[in-house]
């Protein structure tokens, strides 16, 4: 079914204003780090994701691509805990790192990839990507909202607060943690939209029940219209692998059963793709060290490679999206109606 109204139109219109406007290059971060959470492993997910053929399926893209690498985090001798909050001053050093070469990469002019590494490191990604681009608004595609407050976490682990660093409206709800006093909140409610298994949030959002009933291509639909029906901007995508189900992806840390079909995670990522406003997104929790079988870690790499090249606009059939193939795809669709 085709997207119909001024919705239609208005994606089609950014997706032909922006497409031409947009740097035509991508820029591949490495962040092999594990802190946020308790598992270890996750630090060598970039490497599986290159290895599972990242960097190739890009390059067969229409835009040049650059690997920077991975980058190399120092941790503090001694990080004792912080109220509930493991690892602090680690977690904080290394987002501070991550926060200038993402801001770095938006600032050249590069479409950021960052590879994780888990997924307390968004608050660094979206932090140095909100220095450049102000104006962004945050698509959040996990399993879990991870907006937990170091005075409400039942773990203590920092994976599950990431949200609540960047949230302006939860400033008052935030201790003062060591080693995050170069950040404030920086985002406001209005500007992030979840794509999550089940949440109560004063946000807005999308579980997987919302999903069964609406259908993955409304949910979209509202998506965009909740961000960017008043004015074009600046989108970060931060997928967490574990939003998949773990039939796709079990080699993650925290899977839950009835995550997203492979359809519904690369129609999310291919809309988002459509609308020429990606301008950084994140691939985290892929931890090889967990799966059970070679064939399990190999398939959660090549899931984590199908998102990332979907969102910078591999079809399903395998050839990038074109301002050609977007409209022969248009009017296909509605012939069908």
Same mark, same amino acid.
């Given at each position: 079914?085709? #997207? ?8 089609? =219109? ?6 031409? /406007? ?17 598992? *270890? @492993?996750?630090?060598?997910g970039?490497?599986?994701?290159? $290895? ?15 690997? &920077? !690498? ?6 503090p ?6 109220? *509930?909050?493991?690892? +602090?001053?680690?977690?904080? *050093? ?8 993402? @801001?770095?990469?938006? !600032?050249? @002019?590069?479409?950021?990839?960052m590879?994780?590494? $888990? ?17 962004l608004?945050?698509? #959040? ?6 907006i ?5 976490? +039942? ?6 607060? /990431?949200?609540? &660093?960047m949230?302006?409206?939860l ?5 003062e943690?060591?080693?995050?006093? #170069?950040?404030?909140? &920086?985002? /406001? ?24 009933r ?8 509202? =998506? &965009? ?41 690369? #129609? ?6 459509? =609308? ?23 398939? =959660? ?34 012939? *069908?109606?």
């Open positions: 079914m085709a #997207w119909r109204g001024p919705l239609c139109r208005l994606l089609r =219109t950014q997706l032909n204003n922006t497409r031409q /406007s947009r740097a035509h290059s991508v820029a591949v971060l490495g962040a092999p780090f594990s802190k946020g959470q308790k598992m *270890r @492993g996750v630090e060598h970039p490497k599986a994701i290159r $290895d599972a053929g990242l960097i190739e399926r890009l390059s067969n893209l229409d835009y040049p691509v650059q690997d &920077f !690498g991975d980058l190399s985090f120092q941790h001798e001694e990080d004792e805990p912080y109220v *509930r909050v493991l690892f +602090p001053r680690t977690v904080g *050093r290394a987002n501070k790192l991550l926060s200038g070469a993402v @801001g770095n990469a938006v !600032g050249a @002019g590069h479409t950021a990839v590879l994780g590494g $888990d997924h307390s490191l968004a608050i660094g990604s979206v932090e140095g990507h909100a220095r450049q681009c102000p104006d608004c945050l698509i #959040w595609v996990d399993a879990h909202a991870d937990n407050t170091p005075l409400t976490s +039942p773990s203590g682990n920092l994976h599950g607060q /990431s949200v609540a &660093f949230l302006k409206e400033q008052n709800k935030m201790p943690l060591p080693g995050f006093s #170069w950040m404030k909140p &920086f985002l /406001s409610a209005k500007d992030l939209v979840y794509i999550v298994h089940y949440s109560d949030l004063g946000v807005q959002y999308f579980t997987m029940r919302d999903i069964d609406l259908g993955i291509q409304r949910v979209m639909e509202v =998506t &965009f219209d909740h961000l960017l029906s008043r004015r074009q901007r600046p989108i970060h995508l931060s997928f967490d692998i574990d939003a998949m189900d773990p039939s796709l992806a079990p080699a993650t840390g925290t899977p839950v059963n009835g995550g997203l079909t492979y359809r519904e995670g690369i #129609w999310i990522t291919e809309e988002i793709h459509n =609308t020429g406003l990606l301008s950084v997104m994140d691939l985290v929790e892929v931890n090889p060290a967990l799966g059970a079988s070679r064939e399990a870690v190999a398939s =959660t790499a090549s899931m984590a490679v199908d998102v990332i090249a979907s969102s910078l606009g591999q079809t399903r059939e395998g050839g990038p999206i074109t301002q050609a193939s977007q409209t022969l795809k248009d009017d296909t669709e509605q012939l *069908r109606l």
